[in-house]
Structure formats: C-alpha cells, structure tokens
C-alpha cells in the first residue's frame, strides 16, 4: 500500500502550494531531473467561452491562482462550478527541440487545449453540476506539437464537481496539476509506479495467503479464536493493499475516490483486529481500552475522510496507539509465557519503529524518502516490513506452538515405549494376571470401538447433512458469480459489435467511395452483410445480457425482515410505477387503471422488498400483455388492468388482471419455469414469474395461481397467510 506514501505527497504539496504566486509568463530554459511543474502565471476566468482556447486572446484583466492548491483554498473554483484557465510560457529553443510530453493530475472533468488546439478530453463536462463526471487521467504522458515562436500557450477548460469540497484535502489534495517532462522522466516515473504497485501486490498476496493459512488453522482448531480474528485481520490488509495497488487503473474520479477510502478504512480496521486477536491468543479480558480503540479507529476516519486540514495525522496517530496497544499485550505475555511471546513482541517492535522512522523523516526530511537503494525507494523499504513484520511474527508465533506439541507427543511416546518394555520384561512373572487383564482389557476395547462406531456414524450423517445445507445455501451465490463472470466478456462481445457496426458504417461511405464503380457495389454488399451480421450478434448479446441480470436478480439475497405493510399502498405504488416505466418506453400507449382494494386489510406482516418485486413482475406482464394486444386489435380494443384486494378467512388476496392477449393453454404449465419466455428477444429473461413463485411459495408460504381465457384475460391471484392482530392493529404474520 502507499499509505505513507501518499502522506508525503500531501504534505509536500500543502508546502509548496502555501501561497499563490502573482500571474507571469514564466520561462524556461532546461529540463530539470524531475521535470517542469507548471504551477505559476495561470490566469483564471470563470464562464464558458470557446474562444478563451485561442492563443490570441489577451488574459491580462483574468484573475491570477495556482490551480495546484486544494479546492478550499480556491473558492472561486466553486462559485464558478464551470470556467478557464490559461497559462502562457517560454521555452528555450533547446527544450523546443525535445520531445516534451504532458502529464495532467486532476479533480475536475476537463478539456486540454496547446496552442489553440484540443488535445485531449477528460470525463463529461456539463454546466449542471449534477451532470458532470469527473476524470482521473493518471498523469498519462500527451505529446505536445510546439510552436516555432518561444512563447507557448495552454488552456484548460473544466467543470467542476461540487461533491469534492465533502472530503479532506488528503484524498482530494489539488485541483489541477499540469508538468512538462521529456521521455527519460515519464520512463522512470512509470519504473518507480511499477514498483510501487509491485510492493502492493507482493503485500496482497503475503496477507491473502496469511489469511488462508490461518482460516485453516480455525477450520481445524475452532476452539482457538485468534486464528479467525487473525484471518479478518489479513484479509482486510489484503483488501487494503488490492485497492491502493489498482487505485490508479480507476479513472472514474468518484469510484477512485470510493476505492481510496475502503483502503483506509481496511487499514484501520484490520489493525484493531490483530489486537482483538491477541487479546483472544493470550486470554486477555476485553477492556476499555480495546473499545476505545474502536472510537478513536471511527473518529480517526472521519478526520481522515472529512476534516479538512488533518492531513494524514489521523491515520498516523491511530496506527501508533494501535501498534503501541499490540506491543503491550505481547509485553505482557511476555512475562508469562517468556520466549514464546517474545517473538510477536519483536515483530510489532520492528513495524512501531520503522513507523516512528517513516513519520520523522517525512516531517523533516520528506525528499530522502524519494531515494533509491538498489532500485528500491526508501519509503518502500520502511513500509514493506513495517506492514509485515507483525504478521510474520505471528506465524512464527504459531508455528512454534505446533513445534513445541510436537515434541511434547515424541516424548509421550517415549514414556509409552518405556512403559511397555517394563510390561514385557514383568509379562512372564503375571502371565496369568496379564491374560485376565487382556479379556478384560478387549472387552472393553470392544464396547468402546462399538460406541466409536456409533459416534462415527453420527457425525458422518450429520457431515452429510451439513454439506447438503451448505451446497444449498451457496448455490444462489454460485448462481451470481457464474453470472459476473459472464456479464464481462458480454459486455465486450455488445461493445466491440457496436465499434464494428460504426467502422462498417465510416468504411461504407468513405473508404469504398475511392473505390472504382465496378468493384463498389460488390464491396457495398459485403460491407451490408458484415453490418447485418453484427447487428444480429448484437441483438443476441443483449438477450444473454437481459439473461444474466435475470440470474443476478434471480439469485440476489434478501434480509428477508417482516414489517406490518400496508399492502394497498405497496400495490398502488407499484402498479404507478410500472404503468409510467412502459409509458416511457412507449409514448402513445394508454390504459385504464382500476383499483378495488379493501379497506379493511390492514397491516400485513411480510418482506415488503420481496413482495413489491412479485406485484412488479405481474404488473409489467399485464401492461406487456395488453400492449401487445393493443398492437394487433387497433382502435377499437380498450387496454385495463384491475388490481383487487381482500381478506378472507386467514389469507390475503392480491389479485392482478388484465383484458390482454392472455396465455396459450399448451404453455401454461411452464410459466413457473426459469428461463421461460413468450417475450422476443431482449423483452424478457423469464425469471420473473419464476422468482415470483418461490418468494410467495417458498419465503411467505402463500400460493400464486393463474387464470386465464387466451385472446381475452389473464388473473394472477397471490394469496399470503394472515394472523391474529398485534397491539390491537391490523397486523399479520405471516
């Protein structure tokens, strides 16, 4: 993880960006070793004018600001929401003739312009703040064409997103950073990125195979409950370092900035977890000071996410007094158990003083952890053992408790050898004693083999019917993730059809129009045929698209919680929604909504989650059902839908009908069935009557029937099981 590392960097740019410098054309003549920050002479406009990206326009009356400074120290950023900057600068005729590329850092949706031209386009600008996406380019390197003349121009276009000024300049530090850099400094600087993520992935994998280790170690021994905190412990530091190690391929500012915040939050939170563990591993009664260390870990991160000047000491502080807290448990095993706790106490020893170390020289010395030591920053060197130190300890700590029973077993088994050699060098004196002893002994070995049996069968029928609830109980998660592991190829398959459709199209009516009038029209065909070919490969990929978000929702969890609903209001509501969702996918579809609800039902206990997804799934078939019949009866068919409600002796009724096509009697019997469908391709997955009937058979235990008269109605009837009143209200459990 660079959690340090990030650190530094902030704190380097809150110190070089402590004051904004009055506007400028500054000038440059070489290429420094770490390349040219360009952060002096910008002049800034709010507005939205095309023209401010021409070279020719004069700034002189734009207001001057450093757009590297964080965005509380730039409201005039915010109060625009959209506007300009421009920045003008010399080059030596000799940096005119590199190669200079452009890296752009930034926390905006932006367009880039060099010299009057757009050269490149981040995230969607839109003066609606609510529709702006903000952009994380990277810093990826943009080749940038000089002019001949020494004065260059660059012009920044921007929307800004307003949710940024929510969180702390530590996770949004500046608005916008611009740096010139020649192709040796973008080279190294991807090196030291390759070894910055390599360090993360070597961390992931240590803590993630740790964690397999010790959930094995649990599996094994449950009795010991370190080895399950353990196991959270490193999973969560596996998370951490996953996140931090892929932060940059997220370009999506909001998701980065999401993914950024679950790696802290991990991070301090598996640390209170390896305290937990050794409370568990050396038997130390839960105190005030472990739960302590809770508040401070949910304090810390609300400084750390939204306190705008705390920086990084937050997180700093908190990993001292958690790492402090770790050092005095092992302490204090120590004086019990003597060598044997000695080792987590190094390890924890190690990680406080290499953070100690880490923490000085970034407060007073932060450029000494830039340098390298066989290829290696410094700053890695301290952070990667500091992370790990502990962990192996703990290992370690294990494995000796493993070797030391297994010696404490080779000397049992000695004193057995011992004792046997006695028996035999006795068994002649106590023949007759020995052979009573033996029948004595095999009857009893007999009954309590017999008892083993016993107890082995048992448990052998009890594992049987473990491993039946769990192969149950995971196949709904099996169900998903065979499902998002087909919805990304998927995915590729629409995209690149869709690419291939439009190149086909650019092809068509630019490329073959070159082409002699003999050799067009063949060419013209050909290029038809792959169009249609494509397009037919699209329309099957959004069936299997709508397939997989079937089995998504098919297989989707639910707390399942009960409330008293008032399922007259739950029916109302959905069937509004419903009939607007198809009015908007069909602008002149109009129908007739009739509702007869009783208004003494009352309060019903049930999911209203789950049964809001059952009267969905029935109101869009019958809207479904008599648009279709809509279609083929014409003006004189009028389309209705009639939603009843009642109460009869313990059940309540729903009942969903409509005066549409109905459905066919040779199919009726599959419409329970997943994956079955009347619907055309991309209209429907046929999960939806499926998921139905097991949410009011299986989870409410009710009933869901079906009437229907083909080319004339179709009635759906949910019946749910009612109870005695609760508080004297309408309640019913189900």
Same mark, same amino acid.
Not at 32 to 61: K, S
Not at 160 to 180: K, M, T
Not at 593 to 617: C, H, M, S
């Given at each position: ?282 038997? #130390? ?7 302590? +260390?809770?508040?401070?870990? %949910? @304090? =810390?991160? !609300? *400084?750390? $996410? ?66 390298? #030591? ?7 060197? +301290?952070?990667?053992?500091? %992370? @790990? =130190?502990? !962990? *192996?300890? $703990? ?340």
């Amino acid at each position: 993880m660079k959690v340090l590392v990030l650190f530094l960097l902030v704190f380097t740019i809150e110190v070089a960006s402590a004051q904004i410098r009055p506007a400028a054309v500054a000038s440059f003549r070489q290429m420094p070793a770490a390349g040219i920050v360009l952060d002096q002479g910008w002049q800034f406009h709010a507005g939205d004018n095309p023209t401010w990206a021409e070279v020719t326009i004069d700034e002189r009356g734009w207001q001057s600001i450093n757009p590297t400074l964080s965005l509380r120290h730039l409201p005039q950023i915010e109060q625009a929401g959209t506007g300009w900057l421009r920045l003008r600068f010399r080059l030596s005729p000799e940096l005119r003739r590199q190669a200079l590329l452009l890296r752009i850092f930034q926390y905006t949706a932006s367009e880039i312009y060099f010299n009057g031209h757009l050269i490149r386009r981040y995230g969607t600008l839109s003066p609606d703040p609510q529709q702006v996406h903000p952009y994380w380019p990277d810093g990826e390197p943009i080749e940038l064409l000089l002019r001949d003349q020494e004065e260059q121009v660059l012009a920044v276009r921007f929307a800004h997103w307003p949710h940024f000024a929510l969180f702390s300049d530590f996770f949004v530090p500046g608005f916008l950073q611009a740096r010139l850099e020649g192709v040796e400094q973008v080279v190294k600087s991807n090196q030291q990125e390759s070894v910055y993520k390599t360090a993360d992935m070597l961390l992931m994998g240590s803590f993630l195979l740790l964690s397999m280790l010790h959930l094995g170690f649990y599996i094994y021994n449950s009795a010991q409950r370190a080895n399950f905190f353990f196991t959270l412990y490193t999973l969560a530091g596996a998370i951490s370092f996953f996140c931090t190690g892929f932060l940059d391929e997220i370009q999506r500012l909001e998701l980065r900035l999401g993914v950024d915040i679950l790696s802290y939050i991990c991070l301090q939170t598996g640390s209170v977890l390896a305290v937990r563990a050794l409370y568990s591993l050396f038997r #130390v009664r839960l105190g005030w000071i472990y739960w302590s +260390l809770w508040a401070a870990n %949910f @304090l =810390s991160l !609300v *400084l750390l $996410i939204f306190g705008s000047q705390a920086s990084w000491y937050p997180t700093v502080g908190f990993m001292l007094l958690v790492t402090a807290e770790q050092l005095r448990l092992t302490l204090g095993a120590l004086r019990q158990t003597r060598q044997a706790a000695g080792i987590i106490a190094a390890g924890f020893a190690i990680s406080l003083v290499l953070l100690l170390v880490f923490g000085f020289i970034a407060r007073y010395y932060g450029p000494l952890l830039m340098v390298e #030591v066989l290829s290696i920053p410094l700053h890695t060197i +301290l952070t990667f053992p500091a %992370f @790990l =130190s502990p !962990v *192996l300890a $703990i290992s370690l700590y294990l494995a000796r408790q493993f070797a030391l029973a297994s010696r404490l077993l080779e000397i049992k088994l000695n004193q057995v050898r011992m004792l046997s050699r006695q028996m035999l060098a006795h068994q002649q004196e106590k023949q007759v004693m020995l052979a009573q002893q033996n029948e004595t002994l095999e009857r009893q070995v007999q009954l309590r083999t017999a008892a083993l049996q016993r107890t082995l069968n048992n448990l052998q029928a009890t594992q049987d019917q473990l491993i039946q609830s769990e192969k149950m109980a995971s196949l709904g998660e099996l169900t998903a993730g065979i499902a998002h592991e087909i919805q990304n190829p998927l995915n590729f398959v629409n995209n690149f059809a869709d690419v291939a459709v439009e190149l086909l199209a650019e092809l068509n009516t630019e490329t073959l129009a070159a082409l002699p009038e003999p050799a067009q029209e063949p060419a013209h065909e050909l290029v038809n045929e792959l169009t249609q070919v494509l397009q037919k490969i699209h329309q099957h990929g959004e069936r299997a698209d709508s397939i997989v978000k079937g089995m998504l929702e098919h297989s989707r969890l639910s707390s399942g919680e009960r409330q008293p609903t008032d399922l007259n209001a739950l029916a109302d509501e959905f069937l509004r929604l419903s009939y607007h969702g198809l009015r908007a996918k069909y602008k002149d579809f109009n129908a007739q909504l009739t509702t007869d609800f009783d208004t003494k039902l009352g309060l019903v206990e049930v999911a209203p989650q789950d049964i809001g997804r059952v009267l969905l799934n029935l109101f869009n078939n019958a809207f479904y059902a008599i648009q279709q019949r809509q279609a083929q009866a014409g003006d004189n068919y009028k389309p209705e839908v009639t939603v009843r409600t009642r109460r009869s002796a313990g059940f309540v009724q729903i009942t969903v009908r409509d005066n549409g096509t109905g459905i066919p009697a040779a199919i009726l019997d599959k419409i329970y069935q997943p994956f079955f469908t009347t619907k055309p391709t991309g209209e429907g997955t046929g999960l939806g009557l499926s998921l139905s009937y097991d949410i009011v058979t299986k989870q409410h235990k009710g009933t869901l029937t079906v009437e229907t008269r083909e080319d004339h109605f179709t009635a759906f009837t949910v019946s749910l099981p009612t109870g005695e009143p609760v508080n004297g209200q309408m309640a019913y459990q189900i």
